[in-house]
């Protein structure tokens, strides 16, 4: 008598499984189509090549042990296949999507510095994802952790001595990120980190150093590095805060850079000179300054400012005063641009949480894990960063055109304007 029950198809999700199972079983089969996909295409450049009896010489060869990786949505159990090769070439089948050995997605990767810096030890690294994906990620051990740190300081080691020869940058955003971290043998540390524009309008990593303070000699050790591993030039403008470590570096070794000061690190040192009661009615004085459509305009609301808060509080109508042709530079600049090189924000947002790190995250680490954090945390804020507006108009800067208020100047007009000078 012929058996009519069927074989249960292992790629039909049974309805009584709960939510995150079902999702963890999705993953499953998602990520066994993708690897077979990479397998056929495997197969396929080796389709011509034949054994001397005449078959193919690479074919699949069964699955190695099957291994769980802990991702997003728990442990996914994964089997990779393999691949023979008969005529002993040494082809074998790697996979990009699940890579020899591994055991962790690189979203959970990516999680464990912004843990480690929010305040979670090392210790506590499993206690706090198996709060987020279950009792499964247990396995994620301390030493498991100690050794991702490790791994993350030859990246950043094998990343800071990167050869720049072929880099061009457009913009930098500079800042000195004082995370709370202690590190051996002192009280605290300085991230110097520096974002650049490329000429196509995407931003990049380009420095990460440290030091005790945002001193000058910091600065030009990190800059001077910079020049020896090829990058001859510096950029057209240069963005930071009012700190003079950097300026007089960057006077020292890429003299031709125009400077702009932050303009919300520059509204914080008004506020400090200022009552609390005026700091509503200052901002929006300082937003005219920023915002205003021409260079002319601007000007007149900078000494509409200081000439409000001159008689009784000079110390912040100073600090407008004083910078006043460093705080206007982008105007000299697409309009397009404005919002990105005003400030340092891609340094200050991909910052924000460190900035914040609780007490227990004031923890004693070593200098290079504390440089190998900072890397993978803005490698990692790196992969949303958007092109900046209006990238077109960088090639017109690259040609060197001249921008007023925000809009080129015309050849011509140009022309007359530097033998007028």
Known sequence: MKNDTKKPDSNVIPLNFGLEEMIRQG???????????????LLGQFSNVLTLDGKPAVVRNGYLPERSILTAVGPVPVKVPRVRDRNKLGVRFNSNLVPSYIRKSTRMTAAIPWLYLKGISTGDMSEALCALLGDEAKGLSANVVARLKEVWVTEYQTWNARDLSAC????????????GVRAEGSNGQCLLVIIGVLPDGTK??????????????????LLLDLKKRGLASGPLLATGDGALGFWAAMQEVYPETISQRCWVHKTKNVFNALP?????????????????PHLKTAQQALNHFVQCYQSKYPKAADKIAK???LLL????????????????NPIESTFATVRHRTTRARNCVSRNTFLGLAFKLIEEAEKSW?????ADKIELLLKGAKFKDGEPIPETT???QKHAA
């Open 168 to 179: 061009q940058y457009i913009y930098w955003w500079a800042d000195g990120i004082h995370t």
């Open 276 to 292: 609390k009661s005026l700091h509503a009615k200052a901002k929006e004085d300082l937003r005219a300054i920023w915002m205003a």
């Open 323 to 325: 910078d006043q042709d």
């Open 386 to 390: 958007r092109t900046i507006r209006g």
């Open 414 to 416: 140009a022309e007359q």
């Open 329 to 344: 530079a982008f105007y000299h600049f697409p309009a397009e641009h404005w919002q990105h090189i005003r400030t340092t």
């Open 27 to 41: 993953a499953r089969q998602i990520i066994s189509q993708a690897l077979e996909a990479e397998l056929a295409e």
């Open 204 to 221: 990049e990593r380009i420095a990460i150093g440290e030091g005790f303070a945002e001193t000058k000699e910091a600065w030009t050790d």
